[in-house]
């Protein structure tokens, strides 16, 4: 099991930090006089290490804090009227009071969702393991440190932290496991991968981009300037020795290797500089993914990420608009989709549903906000006292009276001669009778 907890689970950034390692052992141990790249170049393959970028940070936080205020309602459906309410009574407010207000004694619903989330696009994989009773109803929601799955028996191997420390829980049947996995995934489909760990091992052109910046750098890019002595009829008596060339070439790929900016070769009467152009020293020092690429693989746009400093106001709208909703309503659907699951019973499809309310996304845009109270009050989505209802406002006289806005009319009907755009029907003139006599 722990095998394939090893495969699964965190067994991938263990890996990786000992390979590092490795790498930072085989590099020669000498009395440095200059910088090595190796020991320069920081890969930004944990979230300790990403967090230090700030667009990627930005990203991160950006993703996770919307979908944490979208309060997640369990709903069942009202057969009289036909809609969806929020289920206040019995278990479900108990359900309810665990996903909005506190999961757990030792956190805050918004706390476990914004980690959740964060551990997705981070970690790859965000587990929360669900506590039940008796009967089988949720008891209590904890966010899971770290979580193994093992394929053979369908079980899950959970972490997490309680009022009494750390727990572990072994053979977890999967109905009590929310697991939200990121949108890349292993080959298997099951497990997911970390946005940073996927833009970088994944993508044949990041992996091309690194490459060709270490083999510049193997290649003795930090090398600045070479200074010689003007030496060579001396050696040998004008004949050359192979022996000699080659300790003299590992000796010269030592001291390159070292770091040193500066080498001192025999056999030579002339400096030539030989250090790297700007192209190449950047590539060297930004192995990390650029502005553009983050925002790409996290869904951001630029402007949200606080990089296009002249952006007009209308950008940003634009792209606010463009984050909800390719970015933050397909992951919105997704957790719907894995809570359900896992809270809701089979039997009672089409009675009982989750919802991930959007209206918090709203509270601060109230130009936005009331365009679309007036588009629901317009098309008799909602009354006057509903949209009230959502502030908390008190109920009207006549505000329960579904309003449809009109525009359009037939030639000659009553809407048209009560507000005066049709002709009206003219009436007989009365007649005279004296003219009859």
């Known amino acids: 099991m722990g095998f394939l907890t090893n495969i699964f689970g965190g067994g991938v950034q263990k890996r990786e930090q000992q390979a590092d390692q490795q790498a930072a052992q085989a590099t020669p141990q000498k009395d440095v006089k200059g910088g090595s790249f190796r020991q320069n170049i920081v ?49 479900g407010k108990k359900t309810n009071y665990l996903l909005q207000v506190q999961p757990n004694p030792i956190m805050t619903a918004n706390d476990m969702w914004l980690q959740v989330h964060i551990n997705r696009l981070q ?62 995934r292993y080959q298997n489909g099951f497990w997911g991968i970390p946005t ?49 060339g080659k300790r003299y070439a590992r000796e010269l790929q030592d001291e390159m290797y070292a770091g040193n900016d500066v080498l001192s070769l025999r056999g030579l009467d002339k400096v030539q500089n030989i250090s790297m152009t700007m192209a ?18 996290y869904g951001v746009p630029r402007p949200l990420l606080m990089l296009d400093t002249n952006s007009h106001y209308n950008d940003y709208q634009n792209a606010t608009m463009e984050f909800l909703s390719r970015t933050i309503a397909p992951d919105a659907v997704e957790t719907e989709k894995e809570i359900f699951c896992k809270l809701v019973d089979p039997a009672y499809f089409g009675m009982r549903d989750i919802h991930l309310c959007e209206l918090p996304l709203l509270r601060m845009d109230l130009e936005r906000q009331a365009k679309v109270d007036q588009l629901n009050l317009q098309t008799g989505a909602k009354t006057v006292n509903e949209i009230r209802q959502q502030y908390d406002m008190p109920e009207v006289e006549g505000g329960d009276v579904v309003l449809v806005s009109t525009n359009l009319a037939e030639l000659g009907s009553p809407k048209l001669r009560e507000s005066g755009g049709g002709r009206p029907t003219e009436e007989p003139a009365p007649k005279d009778e004296t003219e009859q006599k």
């Open 280 to 297: 190449e020293m950047q590539l060297l020092e930004q192995l990390n993914l650029s502005y553009d690429d983050v925002a790409r693989f």
């Open 196 to 244: 940073l760990q996927y833009a970088a091992d994944t993508l044949s052109l990041i992996k091309t981009e690194k490459a060709q910046a270490l083999d510049n750098a193997a290649k003795g890019g930090r090398v600045k300037l070479l200074i010689s002595e003007d030496k060579g009829q001396q050696l040998g008596l004008g004949k050359y020795n192979k022996d000699e």
């Open 43 to 91: 890969h930004a393959r944990n979230p300790q290490t990403a967090l230090t970028v700030s667009a990627v940070h930005r990203a991160i936080e950006l993703r996770a804090k919307t979908l944490a205020q979208m309060p997640v309602q369990l709903r069942r459906k009202d057969f009289e009227k036909g809609n969806f309410t929020q289920w206040l009574t019995g278990v």
């Open 123 to 184: 970690n790859g994989n965000g587990f929360i393991y669900i506590e039940r009773d008796v009967f089988g109803n949720p008891e209590a929601l904890w966010l899971a440190i770290c979580g193994g799955y093992d394929m053979i028996n369908s079980t899950y191997n959970i972490t997490y932290l309680s009022e009494f420390g750390i727990v572990n829980k072994v053979e977890v049947p999967k109905r009590d496991v929310l697991h939200f996995r990121n949108t890349y």
